[in-house]
């Protein structure tokens, strides 16, 4: 960000070196530019950016990746070499633009639509990268999404409020898609309630300048609607053929032609162990590693609670149990659903939508006038 | 036939593009001009059927056939078609425009490789009209290409002096520029602008070096390249015909690439 302001002042005081502006504000010189701004993006695409260290040592061997990643090739777009690029793009815009200038006031009326859409068109480019770089110096964005479940709040600091979710609804198609799902969200200035809106994909909650997006909703990861289980019961002659069974959640279930019963008493999306404290807890909201607490009981006796994964790889003991219990699958619980919201401020944006605009209007200009044609002729 | 109807309309479009493809060649070979008109008559059937096959698609899912690749590469080969047929009877250029069907077919086959279940039910990232503004004009845009393409294409095979079987080169460049003067703005405007404007909406940043987005602005740079050496002729038809080949390319690549380098855009 400072390379940037370091890169323009720079730039702006070669461009009074007079062979470097000479070279700046002709085509050449655009057309060089344009290349190397090709070649570093074409570099950026291939290497692929802002993975994790290991994806590269996975995709290169561990010599190149480390090298990929050391070198700064994992991070090109932010890098002082792309932005000092950019910045000498946008001199050249500018030096450019004032050669246009003077041309048009020199001309004619022949042409004269088209060459005013031209010089819009690369004038709105400086600005497009102009609000590129206001939302780069004060605009942020949260690393990663933040997830809330209802009735949680969150303090956003930078937009000086805080928000609660009320309710975060995920809505089913006859197909048994996803059709849709959104927030109701509350926002409040110190205890105060300032306004409440209800955030969808497409529809973003922008209050202070801070935007709240609705990214996938995640279903709850501390409980289910119902498990399916294969349970197989021991018998003197070993293992009896597997049984596949729905079981509610937290309600005390009977295996049917046995006196042994089950209740699964929690659920965990992304299963941990502290060993120190000899407690499981989440890892994450995601569904990484789901595993149910087990309660079983047999002639109405309570005989032992065991940790069942769905993960058939993960550690099971079913030693003294008088069945062995597999999780097979279940269905995950979107009334209880954890909302997913990306926090962003893009100061910048006004200003890009104005370039955006400028731009298309410089196109149309350029292109679908009668002088375009004339003017190449 | 089984299947529903738009994948049988999709398949009656698939054969007739075939059909005309041999027909160009069988046209590339003798030049008669019959033989020209039936490759115009099975195209257009074709066309038929392709669009009817679009508009059937859309009616029974409910939203507009822009939802995955198989749906984005049917639109694509349809609008490849309807760029060709505007210069189909434009002098000089016979050779060139018979060709329509080959490249529509191509991205055909390719469809045809992708998922083609229709879902009724679109994404909730996908509900929005800019997902019409958004991916029809970059179709659009990248079927302005596709007609430079084959024309940059044909100048890239004729020799300097004009070779006497293919189309004139200068006829034939002037074509790839025309068609990329159309082919640019939309791209920019629908491709890129757009896209930054929902993604806005939709992410909460419009631009996020998305694969996608990345390849697209390589796309938009070669493009850009092309038209700063075409206007002021600097380089030789080699070498604009050349950059309109690579650019074309890259855009195939971009189309196909969120296939297999993931990120924001991947559905399917």
Not at chain 1, 17 to 39: D, N, Y
Not at chain 2, 12 to 33: E, I
Not at chain 2, 127 to 134: A, C, E, G, I
Not at chain 2, 222 to 231: D, E, K, N, P, S
């Amino acid at each position: 960000m400072t390379v940037w302001i370091v890169a323009v002042l720079v730039l702006l005081a070669a461009v009074f070196i007079r062979g470097f502006r000479k070279w700046l504000s002709s085509m050449a010189g655009a057309i060089w530019i344009l290349v190397a701004l090709a070649v570093v993006a074409i570099l950026g695409v291939m290497i692929g950016q802002n993975l994790p260290p290991e994806a590269y040592t996975e995709r290169y061997g561990s010599v190149l990746g480390t090298f990929v990643h050391r070198a700064g090739l994992t991070g090109i777009f932010t890098s002082w070499y792309f932005l000092l690029l950019s910045a000498v793009l946008a001199v050249s815009l500018v030096a450019c633009s004032l050669g246009r200038l003077r041309r048009i006031a020199a001309a004619g009326g022949r042409g004269r639509l088209s060459r005013v859409g031209s010089l819009l068109l690369h004038l709105s480019l400086v600005v497009i990268l102009a609000g590129g770089l206001v939302t780069t110096i004060f605009g942020f964005k949260y690393p990663a999404p933040v997830y809330l479940s209802e009735g949680e709040r969150m303090v956003v600091t930078e937009g000086g409020f805080t928000v609660r979710v009320d309710a975060a609804v995920t809505e089913f198609s006859d197909e048994g898609t996803v059709s849709e799902y959104y927030s109701d969200v509350t926002v409040l200035e110190g205890t105060e309630e300032v306004l409440s809106h209800r955030i969808e994909v497409n529809h973003p909650l922008v209050h202070n300048g801070v935007g709240l997006y609705q990214l996938e909703m995640l279903p709850s990861s501390t409980s289910v609607r119902e498990l399916l289980f294969g349970i197989s019961m021991r018998t003197e002659e070993g293992d009896a053929p597997l049984l596949t069974l729905p079981v509610p959640f937290n309600e005390e279930f009977e295996i049917p032609g046995t006196d042994v019963s089950l209740k699964v008493l929690e659920f965990l999306a992304d299963f941990t162990y502290d060993i120190e404290n000899r407690t499981a807890s989440l890892a994450s909201n995601s569904h990484r590693n789901p595993a149910v607490l087990v309660r079983v009981s047999e002639g109405g006796e309570f005989v032992a609670d065991r940790w069942v994964f769905a993960d058939v790889q993960s550690h099971r003991d079913d030693s003294g149990l008088p069945c062995r219990v597999f999780l097979l699958d279940y269905l995950p619980d979107f009334d209880r659903g954890i909302t997913r919201f990306e926090l962003s401020r893009q100061p910048g944006t006004p200003l890009l939508f104005f370039g955006f605009a400028a731009m298309s209007i410089g196109l149309f200009l350029t292109f679908w006038t009668r002088g375009a044609r004339k003017e190449e002729a | 036939m089984q299947g529903s109807l738009d994948m049988n309309l999709f398949w009656v479009a698939f054969w007739c593009y075939l059909a005309a493809t041999v027909g160009a060649s069988v046209y590339a070979g003798t030049r008669k001009a019959v033989v020209r008109s039936a490759v115009f008559a099975v195209t257009v059937v074709g066309l038929a059927a392709n669009t009817a096959a679009l508009i059937a698609r859309s009616v029974a899912s409910g939203h507009p056939p822009l939802s995955n690749l198989f749906e984005y590469l049917s639109f694509f080969a349809w609008a490849i078609v309807v760029g060709f047929l505007f210069i189909w009877r434009k002098k000089g250029l016979e050779l060139l425009t018979v060709f329509a069907p080959t490249v529509a077919f191509a991205m055909m086959v390719i469809a045809s490789l992708f998922p083609t279940e229709a879902s009724r039910q679109l994404i909730p990232a996908l509900q929005s009209y800019w997902l019409w503004v958004h991916v029809s004009l970059a179709i659009l845009a990248e079927a302005a290409f596709a007609v430079a393409f084959v024309a940059s294409l044909m100048c890239l095979i004729g020799d300097e002096r004009g070779h006497r079987r293919l189309p004139d080169r200068e006829l034939l460049d002037s074509i790839a520029y025309g068609a990329i003067g159309i082919g640019f703005p939309l791209f920019t405007v629908g491709a890129l602008f757009a896209g930054a404007v929902w993604a806005q909406r939709a992410w909460g940043s419009p631009w996020s070096w998305d694969p996608k987005e990345t390849s697209s602005l390589i796309v938009w740079l070669v493009y850009a390249i092309y038209l700063h050496v075409r206007r002021t002729r600097r380089g030789s038809i080699a070498l604009t015909s050349g950059l309109s080949v690579l650019g074309f390319a890259l855009t195939i690549l971009t189309i196909l690439g969120s296939r297999f380098l993931g990120g924001l855009h991947s559905y399917g």
